[in-house]
């Protein structure tokens, strides 16, 4: 665990909590990156870790990007993220989910937690009978219909759109391919919004059921999973886990723009991932900017807001990317460092 505490020290964080109890049987880690513009805010992640480690180190890696996408966004929050380490069928999830709540609850309000992968809103129904400082529970926008992951893909339909505007001239998005990687919450709601638009989508994902299920309703192409980078597209759009461009990924990428909602899509060393892209001459919309539409619309709805103009809000990710394109252009820097001078400028003036 040595080298998560370097980590810790060199990236700033402020707190980071090992969650056990041995009652519910729950281990989770929640680490708070940066609060200077306000509370923490980040969901919670339930994913069956190999181990302690690679847990706290993806905590770690997801709150450092919720403190820039919320920086970015221009939000009152900063930073954080919960992971729990387990499976939804485990017959003491409910329980591990309250434990959660009660170790929440002790950090007075410096962070808030809601949904992401692998939790739902029965799970934050679990955390809101110990603590106040949970969203996305039952009653609330974010706890119905997959409110969340809806803006999410609503976000990044209009990165989409600012994008193809920058490389084609239009914002129209009728004569393009995407190839949509990953049919989970945010991918599905993807492809929906992308076939109103009239594009034409390329699908793939480890359930085949979904596959099918796409191909019916979005009259989709099916690849496999390991074949997605080699298909031919305008946009490459990575909606399942991270880490998964690097240089045999980016080497087999046979598209003009990638955009997706995963976090953390570079592999490390991101900055030879991103020298890769720009050699093929592949636009990167840099994904916490593309994909803060959730983040967005939970910040919105703690602030009061009401459906119009959270979807009004989440909209301007649009004008956030143009941005980070205009200035990558004019500073002769890769997009993700336009993003990254854009966030950290945001958090200094907080």
């Known amino acids: 665990m040595s080298s998560i505490w370097n980590e810790l020290d ?5 707190q980071f909590i090992w969650c056990r109890d041995r009652e519910s049987g729950l281990r989770a880690f929640i680490a708070i990156h940066n609060t200077n513009r306000g509370p923490a805010l980040g969901g919670c992640r339930l994913w ?11 905590a770690m890696r997801l709150a450092r990007s919720m403190t820039y996408k919320a920086a970015a966004a221009g939000l009152s929050y ?3 993220k919960a992971v729990v380490i387990g499976r939804a069928d485990d017959p003491r999830i409910e329980q591990q989910f309250e434990a959660l709540g009660r170790f929440i609850d002790r950090l007075g309000g410096s962070y808030w937690t809601g949904v992401d992968v692998g939790t739902t809103t029965a799970h934050m129904d679990a955390v809101a009978r110990f603590t106040g400082y949970v969203t996305d529970m039952s009653g609330t926008l974010g706890g119905t219909d997959d409110w969340t992951a809806d803006m999410t893909a609503y976000g990044l339909l209009h990165g989409m759109k600012a994008t193809a505007k920058r490389i084609c001239g239009t914002d129209r998005l009728h004569h393009l391919t995407i190839a949509v990687q990953g049919l989970g919450k945010v991918g599905w709601a993807l492809c929906r919004y992308l076939r109103r638009e009239g594009a034409r989508l390329i699908v793939t994902d480890l359930s085949m059921r979904l596959v099918e299920q796409a191909v019916r309703e979005f009259q989709a192409l099916p690849v496999a999973a390991d074949r997605i980078y080699d298909a031919p597209c305008h946009i490459f ?3 399942a886990l991270g880490g998964i461009l690097n240089l045999s990924t980016v080497e087999r990428l046979q598209c003009r723009v990638v955009a997706g909602s995963a976090n953390n899509q570079l592999a490390a060393p991101q900055s030879v991932h ?22 967005i619309a939970t910040a919105a709805e703690l602030d009061g807001d009401g459906p119009r103009r959270i979807r009004s809000r989440v909209k301007r990710i649009a004008r956030t990317l143009t941005e980070v394109y205009q200035a990558a252009e004019n500073e002769g820097i890769t997009t993700a460092a336009a993003a990254d001078q854009l966030a950290e400028l945001a958090m200094h003036k907080a």
């Open 274 to 295: 991103l020298e890769a892209l720009q050699r093929k001459g592949i636009v990167y919309a840099p994904d916490y900017i593309v994909n803060a539409g959730g983040i």
């Open 10 to 14: 060199k990236d700033g964080f402020e």
């Open 78 to 80: 900063g930073g954080g």
């Open 237 to 239: 759009a990575p909606c």
């Open 48 to 58: 069956p870790y190999a181990s302690e480690e690679d847990a706290a180190a993806d």
